[in-house]
């Protein structure tokens, strides 16, 4: 054998090494707290508590449903210094292109996290041990070649180039998506290297947001291909060449915009840069699964370009740089997941031989001559031991997935028997409930927009697509300002960003922008100078309840001795005043004391008589509020109603028709309230949203929907379910709905557990842009019953299923309309819109001051409603910020009213279930009562 012979034997050996899957190395570094995050007094809540695990340790948090602890390949404390990370980490994937295996090295992380930081000592220290490599390996000829891009609002630059004009995209047959007219410098030595990187340095594009002074706009890729052949057949027709490359990956920060607080230009970018990410996301997340089905590769330049280092010919490892702040916590945890799916993706490197003609001939002859041999004496066949081992590996995983269909199964049919339940006590004794369905159908909101089979409701609908405003089109609905003077008043999108997303959201006017936009406008107001609620003797007991005149939220709560007489309700009024005002209304109809209440204004009657809706029940195990309201409709709806007029206890929650009035939809809208069904115009100012804010058929169908739906029972495609999330949460929580309850086995921790699963269902309504409108009413309707168990629990089955749907860039399926987290966002805006409209109404001018003072708006602003209800439901984890807001949106939504009418409208009515079942099933025996 000659020289060639052996140098193929080496890259043979090499290749069978290399030609072989692997997983994308996934190493984690926690930078230290940043001298503003110290001045600000900020917690550090992540801590590696080994090399290989983070630990989000704030206790306060521990209702979340998120993991607390995450392990990936390699973690980095604060105090580990950039060669650290490299040298016990990405070293071994960079250095592996001197060996002729392509490789990448990543960052990953919101901005200011370290990205830059981290990427730029890991090229250099990669270089310095390249050209370490090529001093020492004088047998071979070496040619390294530098090259750097940037991707910068989907466009693709050349940052050796002084020409700015983007460059193209080609694909290539044999080496995948190329950068056409891309300029690649022969790096001479260190000097070079320090000088091209201070090119690129000066090229990139960086910008001031408010986390990073110099934050990496765009997607910055510098590439290094090393070439290298055997001196001795340099030139010959039978040599062979190493060709590989390494590129260093600097991202830009994975953030939202909201969070950046990003504007104008910032904003734009954060599109692109959000469009870019969220497509690498998916894609991650559809490898992380297998390579099944397409691979949305070619949805952003990035994706495309980094092709072969995701799930291709390259070794790859993602350094995600994560921040320990506690105000960060959001973005560390998203980077943790994107890490964890990360770290299931699989490539397959192999080493990249060039060969000349000659060379290939040999190798091609050698590789037959081996087939051919292994052909005449094939491998052994496994051992039957083996053979059993895997089948008993692939029954258990069957009799898993077996178990947990049932266990799902029996939490659907459990469900959908209290669904049923409910519709035979709505008075339908067709338990398809296909006659209440009718009866309410054209009151059924379709596709948030309209209202079937109600013309006058639909003909209202004004239509500001498309509107032409001042030369700009807007697809967003006007604003007027119903707070100036002339009260309808058009405002223009860009004044007034006091607050909103909205706003920024519609001052961008590029059409790649509005749909990413949707996905990154969160709601960034947290601080609105909320007075503290006064809890009842430190404890959540009840429901507040109003909004009084004075702007401010009545801290009163309705509550109920945990043991006791049902009907000694007592508003307990927690203000400082202690005065009682004009206008107070007392809650007559239960045997409440009323004590003063400086919140006692007619709001205050409404939101409590809304809780006074529904019928006391005697559940002496029951913690929650009781409340009461009449067996018969009054048409006064005022009118006292005594205790005694209804006598009948029911173990379950009947109250709950009277209180359930909002849609449990799956889109988390209880109602769309569309400004273009409500109030789209100076015109259309009464319309249907006043009066068609929610309905009880389209709860008890939404209820229905959830308990057949998707929620527990399968997850959309490709989703995946972190460690410790998602339903198996559910599983572990203290469930004494349905048979429990049944069995009259609550358990007295159940109060407890209920705060714990409202805390974790109030944080994903946030997640998930749930309608404030559904919050508002499931947060005042579900107080702690017992039997409000089943409810909780398929809400957060709902809530998890929306969220990893979100979170993977899924869209569920509603009615066979399409959900995705950028339309309930819009959906979510729109409805904050609407809201604004009817605040108007709801309040007087002075309340509507009082409001804004104290929500710290200030009375010269525009779209001041907009301001305050923006603010509305944007802190849940402040109880006292989401009963403040449950108490405007009801005063907005006439939740009082709401129940009072429904109640009259079927005609609620309960009989003393028979002791012995403790069956709490609706009953449809009105005549028993009436
Ligand atoms: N591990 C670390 N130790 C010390 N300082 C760090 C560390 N990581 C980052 N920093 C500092 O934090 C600041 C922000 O870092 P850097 O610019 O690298 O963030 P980034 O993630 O690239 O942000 P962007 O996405 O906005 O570009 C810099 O001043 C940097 O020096």
Redesign the pocket.
Known sequence: MGAVGEELMKLEKMQGINAREEKILVLV????L?EKEIMMNEAADWECINDTSILYRNTLREGSTFPSAYTFDRVFR?D?S?RQVYEEGAREIAFSVVSGINSSIF?Y????????????GILEYSVADIFDYIRRHEERAFIVKFSAIEIYNEAVRDLLSTDTSPLRLLDDQERGTIVEKVTEETLRDWNHLRELISICEAQRR?GE?S???????SHQIIKLTIESSAREFLGKDNSTTLAASVSFI????S?RAAQALSAGARLKEGCHINRSLLTLGTVIRKLSKGRNGHINYRDSKLTRILQPCLGGNARTAIIC?LSPARSHVEQTRNTLLFACCAKEVTTKAQVNVVMSDKALVKHLQKELARLESELRTPAPVSSSSEYAALLKKKDLQIEKMAKEIRELTKQRDLAQSRVEDLLRMVGNDDVSGKDIKTSYSKLQARDGLEYEGSPSETSSVADFRGRDIGGKSFNNPQYYDGDSDDGKRFLDSQSGQSGTTTALAMAEDSDDCKEVQCIEMGESVRDNGLSPLAINNGEFRGIPFTVSNDGNIGHGLISTPVSGNREAHQIQNNSTNGQPEQGLHEVRRTNVHSTSSPYSNDACSKVTADVSSSRSLQLPRSWSCRTNFPTELSPDRGEATPPHAFDKSFPGRPEGLGRKLPQLDFTGGLVRLDSQSSIGSARSTKTSADEDITRLDAFVAGLKKMTNSEYGKELPEGQVLEDGQGLDFLKNTNYVGGEALQNGLVTSDWKEEFQRQQRMIIELWQTCNVSIVHRTYFFLLFQGDPADSIYMEVELRRLTFLKQTFYYGNSAMDDGRKVSFSSSTRDLRRERETLSKLMQKRFSEDERKRLFQKWGISLNSKRRRLQLISQLWSDPKNMNHVTESAAIVAKIVKFAEQGQALKGNFGLSFITPPQKSRSFSWRNNRTSLL
């Open positions: 570094r926690l930078r230290p940043n604060g580990c950039t960052a992380g919101q901005t200011s996290s370290g990205k830059t930081y981290t990427m730029n960086i947001t986390l990073n002074e110099k934050s990496s706009r600097d991202l830009a920060g953030e740089t």
